[in-house]
């Protein structure tokens, strides 16, 4: 019994040893602090805390304090996120005891100077979504955030060479200086009217018709928006299915500490240009406000280029408590613009300034109403609904006969009208919650969007003015359809943190989409002196309802705070559109077998964390596109030559986007924070092609819109207030259709895109309440073009702009 019991004392002791060591090896410490207003040191309420982007994650309580337990030792990097505030980045360092850290937010009313203190994404103007952002699951994604105001660019015309040349392979369309329509595409995805991207405001849809018209003629202007948020073809699962991914324009935000702020904006430039841009933001209690109020006018660089353009937005946000509010915001948009028509190769090399057509018109206005609410049950939960409208119309007169050269006849123009009512309702629930003792986050959501579009085309006047009226609305009407669409979509994502440094992030996404074309196409035949010999009219309903389902996975790995290795896979779809449909074009037909595309997307990066000296974003990229949609000439029975739209067939495209940037000069002498240099690169290598095609000569070509080198660089150099860039753009030849034509011939809407390079210079200088910009585009005054158009505002070939002159003053009071 004596032996028994010291045996047992014996067993204790090295049991309580043990436990004692394995408790003291692995010790968990606690990282807490609290977050104070840089301006007066007061308590920052409702700030969520980001440990290592996004791992764990805490909200700041009514005296701005956070607590992060259970921690073992190490280096943590942590990130805010106010809407009050600009954001901070500080790293602690754990070692064998708690820590203790407080953190100074600036207010987003202070200069630039005093930013760049706390705010590690102000040096460049460019930054990247965190993991968990908003309402949004970004990790493994391939995404970028444009700054506008930390940009030295010309905002005024909404200039998207300078506003995103640091958005890697970016194929932009530039036919217009007045930044009316923004035309961006890329990795071989048609740049018209964006129309590859799912484009928002402020988190809701404002094209035409997000799957039945998904094009863009509506786009806010650069002054007025906070930031530009930009995910590749990832965004599929929670935005929507197309090819190009998510382009999300931030409004500015009201101004938080200020009952009223007002900044007046006045812009002159070269071609008569003219923009007066206004803005009124503040907050009175529980109320804020931001509103704005924009002219903009101009004669373009070609003649018949004059347009005018209105907008005008209003956001009402009124926060019940610290964790739950309601937002109202307007957009109404308006402009009329004259339209120079496109040219042959021959009349281009002639003069690419040349305008044959004075009576082309086109006309837009834009009506979004959206409403948004947002509570926060606690830290860990939280909830989003939008509920957004469209009420809208673009008409388009003009003459615009395939053969580009002939003279205006001065007979009936073409007019097609458009008119759009459109609603939808998003929801998103946002939960972090434990799992296997790790941080994981899930998002859940639905949408409901109803669209209904009708056009009608027929016979306009033979005038010259914007006359928007058909001349006969009986035999004149070419075609008069009706386009409902309804959409039903449901998505989750959920990211499964696996430690510290890796995350797995799967996503999946329903969709049920029903769409119907109602109406009639006719043909109207006339004699030579113009009389109607004969007219048919022929009645048309078809639907097209289907459902599937998308699945995509992400990785991210990060090795260190410094570096994030990121991979995903996402499916990707694009329904037909209503132009796919039905058109009434003399030149053109539509394949009665056409379907919608599908493929898949491929991301594999590397890429660093925000730091003040340096970033950088390395990525290699699969794009497979199934019946991939495009035109192809051919020849009918009387050897007209005519385009057939339908699917072209399957499009294969891989390349290496690659984005970096460093203040050189701060490098070089960090203690000097008034000087700074930074040098960007931005290089998108490209090669594309078409695996498998039914039409005789396509297999093995390039595919369309898709140059083999996408270069953008610069530079930006400041001292204090004073600040310059130079920006120098170069693409390689491109083609404009799948048979890989050179020659445009008498419409001149397919053939080769030629190589252009284009340099740009900008300058600003802030000096007490005032600002003063300058911008100088196309410095070499260089001829060239990014376009070939179908149609509107074509057909032909259609000119960029020459060299221009821009002068802006701002005044903020």
Known sequence: MFWAANKIVSLSVVFFGSFLYSTATLAQYQLSGTVQSRQDSSAVKSCIIYLNNGNRTAQTDSLGQFTFSNLPNGTYVLNTSSPDFKAATQTVKLTERNQFVRIY???????LNEVTVTDKQSDFGFTRMRGVEGMGIYEGKKSEVIIPEQLVANLSTNNARQIYARVAGLNIWENEGAGLQLSIGGRGLDPNRS??????????DISADALGYPESYYTPPIEAVGRIQIVRGAASLQYGTQFGGLLNFVMRKPIADRKFELVARQTVGSFGFYNAFTSASGTVGKLSYYTFFQYKKGDGWRPNSHFTNYTAFADIDYRFSENTSVGFDITQMSYLAQQPGGLTDAMFREDPRQSNRERNWFKVNWTMPALHFDHKFNANNEVNVRVFGLYAYRYSLGFRPNRVASVDDNSERDLIKGDFQNYGAEARYLKRYQLAKQQAVLLVGTRYYHGYNHSIQGLG????????????TDQGIASDYQFPNRNVSLFAENILYVGEKLSITPGVRFEYIHTTADGFYGTVTRDLAGNIIDATRTNEIRTNGRQFLLGGLGISYKPTTQLDIYGNISQNYRSITF????????????????????GYSIDLGIRST?????NFDVSAFYLNYNNRIGEVQFYDANDRVLRRRGNIGQAVIMGLESYAEGDFLRLANPSNTNLSGVLFANVALIHSTYKASEIAGVVGNQVEFVPNVNLKSGVRVGY???KASFQYTYLSDQFSDATNSREGGVSAVIGLIPAYSIMDASLSYQFSRFRLEGSLNNLANRAYFTRRATGYPGPGILPSDGRGLYVTLQVKI
Do not use: H
């Not at 006047?461 to 006969?472: C, E, L, P, V, W």
């Not at 132009?579 to 599908?598: C, F, G, H, T, Y």
């Not at 925000?610 to 340096?614: A, D, G, P, V």
């Open 461 to 472: 006047s033979t005038g010259k003015d914007a006359n928007f009226s058909f001349t006969d």
């Open 579 to 598: 132009s796919d449909m039905r058109i009434a074009n003399p030149s053109s037909v539509i394949d009665p077998n056409l379907q919608d595309e599908k």
């Open 610 to 614: 925000q730091t003040t000296l340096y």
């Open 195 to 204: 129309s590859n991207f799912n484009v928002r405001q402020n988190g809701y």
């Open 720 to 722: 204090k207030n004073l």
């Open 105 to 111: 937010l600036a207010s987003r009313l202070e200069t």
